[in-house]
């Protein structure tokens, strides 16, 4: 560690990602919850959607998204970081997230030369509120790590509609995102492939809505990458 580097972890310590717990140094994650996470990876993942075989959601959604890839399964550790990273103002998880998201986009979608990264819009109000906007903050991280832009000004969050995480149902999450995003006005793509960045893949309504806003505008191809995608554990 260099000096600067020990002293801002001495001032801003950094809390496990998966428990809480302190760390020493710069880290982001403790040693037991890094061997819990790697066991959340999602492992025969279907190659379109990229949840675990039993959790496919592909009948639901087969046009909007071409493809979808996260990391690991929304369980555990996995869940709780995300959670304190989202509304904890863990802002710093963004980049130990964003590593791993970089990685599976590689692996899964490496033959793919994105024109942009766009990240699912929050709105203003609720931004303000929280203090950053946690899909852009992984959408910089995969842009800093990807040499791939960030597109700025598609998409919009109207203010509409509750969290999706609220919607028990494939129906109502389908009913909420309509009314919660919209194209900006004149936003206009020039047929290229777009890596489209979400936190948790749930239902896919969320990323079925933006893909479908994305290619009204003109994208070719659009892939979906999250930090974390729900489904049974194998
Ligand atoms: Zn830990
Ligand atoms: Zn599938």
Known sequence: MGRMESLLAALF????????????????????????????????????????AGDCICAAFPDGFDRAAAPFLYHGP??????????????????????????????????????????????????NMRGFCPTKDLARGLSKRLGVPVAEHLLRHTGKGKAQMEQKTAAKRLENV?????????????????LL??????SGATAHRCACLLKGMGAGRVYVVTAATTGKES
Not at 32 to 37: G, S, W
Not at 197 to 202: A, M, S, W
């Open 78 to 127: 996995v869940r709780y970081g995300i959670h304190h990273y989202k509304y904890r103002h863990k802002r710093y998880y963004a980049d130990f997230l964003s590593g791993f998201m970089a990685q599976v986009v590689k692996d899964r979608f490496g033959e793919i030369a994105f024109s942009g990264i766009v990240y699912v819009p929050m709105h203003w109000k609720k931004r």
């Open 197 to 202: 960045v979400d936190d948790v893949l749930t």
């Open 13 to 52: 310590p950094h809390k496990c990602f998966g428990c809480g717990e302190l760390i020493e140094g710069t880290g982001y994650c403790c040693t037991a919850c890094r061997e819990k996470l790697l066991a959340l990876t999602v492992s025969e993942a279907c190659p379109r959607c990229g949840k675990p």
């Open 178 to 194: 309509r009314g919660a995003f919209e194209a900006v006005k004149g936003a206009k793509l020039d047929g290229g492939d777009y």
